[in-house]
């Protein structure tokens, strides 16, 4: 269903790559051991800013096309769903979900995961980014 969208996308335009940088950047008090996950991560905008940043990226996305494309800029993208991807429990300082809930059937085990994987977990809404941090 995803596999023919993000190809040949266009890099994000100055403006919005420098508000992503603006966003990666707020990850920082969050940052231990450096490794960023964004889950859904469409066009890879936010992983770019992240790499920009210092950060160590990866990314779930069904997208083939977008998997192919951010693994050409340095990401470790996993192609299918987080519960697919395996990562090891804690692995992530920060981990993304932008917009990926209206994808979801069943959202329990998403959040299982994000909470097993992760350090930090970014939640956008709309366009008020809210970071809240677990301690280990």
């Known amino acids: ?73 340095g990401t470790e993208a996993f192609h299918g769903t987080l519960q697919e991807a395996r990562f090891e429990a804690a692995s992530f300082d920060v981990v993304i979900a932008e917009e990926i809930l209206e994808h979801v059937t069943d959202v329990s085990p998403l959040f299982v995961e994000i909470a097993r994987g992760q350090s930090s977990f970014a939640r956008r809404l709309g366009d008020s980014l809210k970071v809240s941090a677990r301690r280990a």
């Not at 950047?25 to 066009?43: P, Q, T, V, W």
């Not at 936010?46 to 990866?58: E, I, P, S």
């Open 1 to 73: 269903m995803y596999d023919g969208g993000y190809a040949g996308e266009p890099e994000a335009p100055p403006f919005l790559a420098r508000r992503f940088d603006e966003i990666v950047a707020r990850f920082e008090s969050s940052r231990r051991n450096g490794r960023l996950l964004d889950i859904g991560f469409g066009a890879g905008d936010l992983l770019d800013a992240a790499r920009r940043a210092g950060w160590t990226t990866a990314g779930v996305e069904v997208a083939r096309a977008a998997v192919e494309r951010a693994r050409q800029r």
